[in-house]
């Protein structure tokens, strides 16, 4: 579990493509207080595993999933990252609960300046949309962020300068693809209203209330 406070940006050594995953080796300096052989890392929002560790780089595999629902496949070497260490029990929530199992992508559209806050317009699919509230939270390259507004196939937020030069969001350009994590609150509501809702029926559709209504 992560909260979405970026602890380092990091940088991509190198990338080892194979023919349906990739192995990445990324290099950092405070997230290796502690880090461990088989710790979880989110990068740029993904959780990874640490997978070997070694002079403040270590590796980790990406498996074609991860690859086809995320940004990762358009690193190369000397990339950016945002990089945030799995958080301990004794931890605070400075943002709110990432999983680090991302949900898909969006681009940005437009970036408008305002004093000292930076305005993003992300596009993405209405799938990802649908789980989207105003003033809701959404970790955007697993940077926790509160959504300003939004319309049918986009949202707003906006950054101050400390998130702009402590994440790499503020590298972003219009049309850079970034990872969207929805709030997972929203995910687990929906699943348990659908239970509910589908608990009476059998399979040839006959409901409690179709029952009810009969006299039953």
Known sequence: MFTGIIEEV?????????????????????????LK?????????????????????FTADIMRETLSRSSLAKLTGGSAVNLERAMPSTGRFGGHIVSGHIDGTGEVENIVREDNAIWFTINTSEKIMKY???????????????????????????????????????????????????????????????????????RDGITMNMLEKAGF
């Open 10 to 34: 990091g940088k991509v050594v190198s990338i080892k493509p194979g023919l349906k995953s990739s192995i990445l080796w990324i290099q950092g300096a405070e997230i290796f207080d502690d």
């Open 37 to 57: 052989l088989g710790d979880s890392v989110a990068v740029n929002g993904v959780c990874l595993t640490v997978s070997s560790l070694d002079n403040k780089i």
């Open 132 to 202: 989207i509230v105003e003033k809701g939270s959404i970790a955007i390259d697993g940077t926790s962020l509160t959504v300003a507004d939004l319309k049918k196939n986009s949202f707003r937020v906006s950054i101050i300068p400390h998130t702009g030069k402590s994440t790499i969001l503020g590298t972003k350009r219009i049309g850079s693809i970034v990872n969207l994590e929805n709030d997972i609150v929203g995910k687990y509501i929906e699943k348990l209203i659908f239970a509910q809702e589908n608990a009476g029926k059998s």
